[in-house]
């Protein structure tokens, strides 16, 4: 969580972890009674290389699921697809993308063109803690906080260059959403505005 939301992030969850008793050690050396390793997956890309499909840390496709190779398409977690808001490529591991990639490559497939521009969101719920992010997990150069950090609801949202990048809501499903219309719109909001909990998102979508 640290590298996508941030050192003050992180140390809020951490915070709340051992709020409720977890005992979370960092940078210590001490012998476990039992190894849990979770560092997400690695895409099974082995098929795509000795079919001579380009290859990036993933099957490489455009935002329409086609790989190097002409009538090949790919989706879902294993591809590492350009993304038009973004203006780069980017591999998502979540289920709804997954989806949506496969309905559009149906639809490339059978002629009719609609490139995957949906912001990836995910959410995870932790104790009394709904956290949701919307976003690509891609660098930012700002960050801007609407509420107290740690006092419920908050929202943080990532700028680069003054464009709104991501955002995470922690119980504050509404504005996540929000934010991720503006982003898939690409509306330019202002730091004060993301800041003000008076400010309604939708104004900028009007």
């Known amino acids: 969580l640290l590298r996508v939301l941030g050192p003050e992030v992180g140390a809020y969850i951490a915070r709340l972890h051992r709020e409720h008793g977890v005992d979370l050690r960092l940078e210590v050396e001490s012998p476990p009674a039992a190894d849990l390793v979770a560092v997400g997956s690695v895409p099974r890309t082995q098929l795509a290389e000795r079919a001579g499909l380009a290859v990036d840390r993933g099957i490489v496709v455009d935002e329409l699921g086609r790989t ?3 009538g090949v398409f790919a ?5 590492r697809f350009f993304h038009p808001l973004f203006e780069t490529r980017i591999r998502v591991e979540h289920f709804q993308t997954a989806q949506r990639q ?3 490559v149906g639809r490339a497939m059978a002629g009719k063109d609609e490139p995957y521009r949906e912001v990836p969101w995910f959410w995870s719920d932790q104790y009394e803690l709904n956290l949701q992010y919307a976003g690509a997990g891609l660098p ?3 960050t801007v906080t609407r509420g107290a950090m740690g006092r419920l ?3 943080v949202f990532y700028m680069h260059s003054g464009t709104l990048v991501a955002a995470a809501g922690f119980n504050d499903h509404h504005t996540v959403a929000r934010a991720r219309r503006v982003m898939e719109a ?3 909001v202002s730091a004060q505005q993301l800041a003000d909990p008076n400010f ?5 979508l009007a």
Do not use: Y
């Open 68 to 70: 190097s190779a002409e």
């Open 75 to 79: 989706a879902g977690d294993v591809t």
């Open 102 to 104: 496969g309905f559009i």
């Open 140 to 142: 930012w150069d700002e």
């Open 153 to 155: 609801p908050f929202t």
């Open 186 to 188: 690409r509306k330019m």
């Open 200 to 204: 309604d998102l939708r104004r900028v």
